[in-house]
């Protein structure tokens, strides 16, 4: 763009002259190719490739940072069946995941629908619902708190408004866990919102008007051009939403700490405790070995709803 | 910087009247989504002005507002350690990140290299990997790494990189997801260019960093933008490589305020709260639209 003519003489007398020999070119291409590469393959590599690799091994250790350590074969699995802060763990993060997913996913998108209708001030509702995104889990799980604090706090006020009687949010094993879907769905709308607003505006609006012009109203516009049209951005969203979901953490580990009881303990948390409380790593990552393989089975689901969808 | 995104709004509202109640009820429902959302932080920057007494009960307006809340706030933590360590992670993290996934990107979507498809899916399935899930091993490869705190050149006898900027900084850096977002943006390049470039003789790396890299801006805010939240927000990672105050960030500090539930100091809090989130809001305020741009790439191109 900005090459003059005289730049390259400066920086390349080494350089084949052009069209010479086009096999030396590709050559030095595949080279610097590779350069440019390695840097990222060798960082995945040592910090994501190894670990997974490493998982699978110390799955069937006792490993617990000590000198010695035995295989065990799969005795960490099968303790884990038996383990009921594991099950309790599983089930609210599974739960979570299913209540979560959908309802912000579809919030969303009838939200980036909304601010996708060519309207005033889309500055401000874009930076208004992407607040919390930008907020540190650690800031609205304070602020949540607060917010649900029995005493004080502004849940009660509202309820207050309209006569209800004050509820214990967190603090009651009924609501607890409910109370943090609330907030991880209000905090995850952001990107949600974004991705689904940047895809919206990526639609053919040929497409929109020739099915206008057919008479297809505002529904079957949406069902038949933009629907299609947004699917890839739908996996996408489907595939971080999955991924982030089961990563809860900070969340539950400022506002609830996993109670009470262990009404509201996630699996990210009870790996957390065995690996780097009770120091049984080999037993941790076990845990995380079903963990992987429950995520898997999510994303296998998503593809097979969304093939569904496509052949409709 | 709204402007931009305005051009186009006296369209249908104003010419067809039945659309009028409708849109009248679009900007009630998004303005009420909207009201939602931002409660939460007024109400956070409401009792960061208050005094102990008037946070015992409900109530919206602080009596007066106490500015000295945030000073002494400052005092009572070591907060501006914190904000220094958070910010120097933060920069780090995309320092290293805009190297090695940019080049990485180009890579894989402009050279001729045997195999990039494959490549490709290879970062794509990474990019489902999630950190807390390699948790455990991360931080033994990090506790191995040779020839860094006392360790010797097999991994073994020291720490490596935990307690060290090296640890808080490069595990988590350069995540799959903006090589794959680099590569979106590079792929939309023509290849004019850098044959043009070619054929005047500059060098591959030249033509990398001089002709297709300025190119892709919305690219790199984005992935800036990403990355800086990301680290700023970081909190297990932080907490699980770090035992001394000194190298703390911003987060870890804020949860530690709120350790011990019967003492709370909910005015301290949330005037550190605020404090920390506002860096943030203020970042995306002014990236918002190479924001949306960016973002707009990554799940649309093939």
Not at chain 2, 189 to 202: F, I, K, M, S, T
């Amino acid at each position: 763009m900005s090459t003059t003519l005289e730049r390259p003489a400066l920086e390349s007398p080494r350089t084949v002259a052009p069209g010479k020999d086009s096999r030396t070119l590709v050559k030095s291409q595949v080279r610097a190719g590779w350069a440019l590469l390695a840097p990222a393959l060798l960082h995945s590599g040592i910090f994501i490739v190894i670990p997974v690799i490493a998982v699978l091994v110390l799955s069937l250790t006792d490993y617990s940072f000590g000198d010695t350590w035995a295989w065990v074969g799969f005795s960490n699995y099968t303790d884990l069946f038996r383990d009921v802060d594991f099950h309790a763990s599983l089930w609210h993060t599974v739960l979570y995941a299913i209540v979560v997913i959908p309802i912000s996913m579809a919030i969303a998108l009838a939200i980036a629908i909304g601010l996708n209708q060519k309207i005033r001030g889309l500055g401000f509702f874009r930076t208004a619902f992407y607040i919390p995104t930008v907020t540190a889990t650690v800031a609205v799980a304070t602020i949540w708190l607060w917010i649900y604090n029995p005493g004080s706090g502004l849940a009660n006020g509202f309820l207050s408004l309209f006569g209800f009687a004050p509820n214990r949010w967190l603090a009651d094993p009924a609501t607890a866990l409910p109370s943090l879907m609330v907030v991880g769905i209000w905090q995850g709308l952001g990107t949600k919102v974004i991705i689904y607003l940047a895809a919206l505006q990526g639609v053919s609006r040929d497409l929109l008007e020739s099915a206008q012009l057919d008479g297809a109203n505002r529904w079957q516009r949406f069902v038949n051009v933009t629907w299609p049209a947004i699917g890839p951005v739908q996996f996408f969203v489907l595939i971080t939403s999955i991924v982030g979901t089961f990563q809860v953490f900070d969340l539950v580990y400022v506002m609830t700490q996993g109670g009470p009881g262990s009404e509201t303990r996630v699996l990210v948390m009870d790996i957390y405790q065995n690996a780097f409380q009770d120091l049984k790593l080999g037993y941790a990552s076990a845990e995380t070995v079903i963990m992987m393989v429950v995520i898997a089975v999510f994303i296998l689901v998503g593809r097979l709803l969304q093939k569904a969808d496509v052949n409709d | 910087m709204t402007s931009a995104t305005l051009p186009a709004v006296a369209g249908p509202s104003s010419k067809d009247p039945a659309f009028r109640p409708g849109r009248l009820l679009l900007y009630l429902v998004l303005s009420v989504g909207a009201v939602l959302m931002i409660t939460p932080f007024v109400w956070m920057v409401l009792t960061a002005f208050k005094s102990n007494a008037e946070i015992a009960q409900f109530g919206w307006l602080p009596g007066e507002l106490r500015w000295r809340n945030f000073v002494e706030a400052m005092q009572t933590a070591p907060f501006l350690r914190y904000f220094r360590n958070s910010l120097i992670i933060a920069v780090g993290e995309t320092v290293f990140t805009l190297a090695v996934c940019t080049t990485a990107g180009y890579a894989l979507a402009k050279l001729p290299l045997r195999g990039s498809k494959m490549l490709l899916n290879y970062f794509i399935v990474l990019l489902l990997v999630p950190f807390q899930i390699i948790l455990v091993p991360l931080f033994l490869i990090v506790k191995s790494i040779p020839l860094f705190g006392g360790n010797n050149i097999l991994g073994q006898g020291g720490i490596g990189w935990l307690n060290s900027w090296w640890g808080l900084i490069i595990p988590l850096g350069a995540a799959p997801l903006f090589t794959f977002l680099a590569r979106q943006f590079y792929v939309s390049v023509p290849n004019e260019l850098a044959q043009a470039a070619r054929v005047d003789g500059l060098g591959e790396f030249g033509i990398f960093w001089r002709i297709m890299t300025p190119l892709i801006k919305p690219a790199l805010i984005t992935i800036a933008v990403f990355q800086i939240e990301a680290a700023w927000n970081g909190f297990l990672w932080p907490l699980m490589i770090t035992t001394s105050d000194s190298m703390r960030p911003l987060q870890l500090g804020l949860a530690i305020f709120s350790q011990n539930p019967a003492e709370i100091e909910w005015p301290y809090l949330m005037a550190g709260t605020a404090l920390a989130t506002l860096p943030m809001i203020v970042l995306f305020v002014f990236a918002q639209k190479r924001f949306v741009e960016g973002m707009a790439n990554v799940g649309i191109k093939g």
